[in-house]
T-cell receptor, first 111, second 115 residues
Framework: GENVEQHPSTLSVQEGDSAVIKCTYS??????FPWYKQELGKRPQLIID?????GEKKDQRIAVTLNKTAKHFSLHITETQPEDSAVYFC??????????FGQGTRLTINP | EAGVAQSPRYKIIEKRQSVAFWCNPI?????LYWYQQILGQGPKLLIQ????????DSQLPKDRFSAERLKGVDSTLKIQPAKLEDSAVYLC?????????????FGEGSRLTVL
């Protein structure tokens, strides 16, 4: 079935350290994997995405890696800052048109 | 560029009452989505429109939820009658194109509390 599993559900790291959030998906035909950030009380916003024809993508302090064989992808945030505290959602495309979201990871950056 | 507009932002009703939410997508965006986000969970797709046609409504509880997108622009989502488990934030989103790779732009959401 259509399923995206996300781990961990909560993550606490010291400011300046790295954070890694992992997701697995079930549909081998999935080819688009975005990550959204949702700050408290605000709307989710796209922070980075990756397509199935590449294995890694970086944008300043954030990067996403994709392992199509294992059907998992990860978000990496380096040199974390207090403003990185938020809930992060991964998502995977299902079929040609649908996007299914993971359950979310609440990231807390401790000063 | 104006974002996705939703109203009302907050609504409190009693169970068995009805409620309607409105969404105005970003101008020119053909695809419109309604997601339900229960506290502590990820957004769950309820219905997806391409222009004014339904692309996917497989997870819409059709006995109580209905949605329409007249003229392919604004959309309304209605719940009648509401149940306690419908308490959630209802997020509307739009994208320029459907399918894989279209960034979703979300509205602020409509928070529903059913008592």
């Amino acid at each position: 079935g259509e399923n995206v599993e996300q781990h961990p559900s909560t993550l606490s790291v010291q400011e300046g350290d790295s954070a890694v959030i992992k997701c697995t998906y079930s549909d081998s035909a999935s080819n688009y994997f975005p990550w959204y950030k949702q700050e408290l009380g605000k709307r989710p916003q796209l922070i980075i995405d990756i397509r199935s024809n590449v294995g890694e993508k970086k944008d300043q302090r954030i990067a996403v890696t994709l392992n199509k064989t294992a059907k998992h992808f990860s978000l990496h945030i380096t040199e974390t800052q207090p403003e990185d505290s938020a809930v992060y959602f991964c998502a995977a495309s299902i079929g040609a048109q649908k996007l299914v979201f993971g359950q979310g990871t609440r990231l807390t950056i401790n000063p | 560029e104006a974002g996705v507009a939703q109203s009302p932002r907050y609504k409190i009703i009693e169970k068995r009452q009805s409620v309607a939410f409105w969404c105005n997508p970003i101008s020119g965006h053909a695809t419109l989505y309604w997601y339900q986000q229960i506290l502590g969970q990820g957004p769950k797709l309820l219905i997806q429109f391409q222009n004014n046609g339904v692309v996917d409504d497989s997870q819409l509880p059709k006995d109580r939820f209905s949605a329409e997108r007249l003229k392919g622009v604004d959309s309304t989502l209605k719940i009648q009658p509401a149940k306690l488990e419908d308490s959630a934030v209802y997020l509307c989103a739009s994208s320029l194109r459907t399918g894989s790779g279209g960034e979703l732009f979300f509205g602020e959401g409509s928070r529903l509390t059913v008592l």
